[in-house]
């Protein structure tokens, strides 16, 4: 059974750090498998988003709004990935969800729940 769980979410001032970690069972997390792994987010009201996206290649990306502030990165030996996230702000409240994506596959996480108070 594929699972992906998420953690280290909470409740943080605004310019606080969280780590949120995306812990994988059932599957080899490495994007030697999957062609896409990241975070994405969804806010109140709001359709979900990409967030951070390791690529096929070792590459990253990430959207404008966190550039600058959150990390990717993942450990294989670990089979978890990572998002850490700095100088938060009320804008990056939302639900944090990891995703590992294939051509025939396509896995979510449960969603962790980060809350930037102003």
């Known amino acids: 059974q594929v699972q992906l769980v998420e953690s280290g979410g909470g409740l943080v001032q605004t310019g606080g750090s969280l780590r949120l970690s995306c812990a994988a069972s059932?599957?080899?997390?490495?994007?030697?498998?999957?062609?896409?792994m990241g975070w994405y987010r969804q806010a109140p009201g709001k359709q979900r988003e990409m967030v951070a996206t390791?690529?096929?290649?070792?590459?990253?990306n990430y959207a404008d709004s966190v550039k600058g502030r959150f990390i990717i990165s993942s450990d294989n030996a670990k089979n978890t990935m990572y998002l850490q996230m700095n100088s938060l702000k009320p804008d990056d409240t939302a639900v944090y969800y990891c995703?590992?994506?294939?051509?025939?596959?396509?896995?979510w996480g449960q969603g962790t729940q980060v809350t930037v108070s102003s």
């Open positions: 390791i690529i096929r290649g070792g590459g990253t």
């Open positions: 995703r590992a994506r294939a051509p025939d596959r396509d896995y």
């Open positions: 059932g599957i080899t997390f490495s994007i030697d498998v999957y062609n896409i």
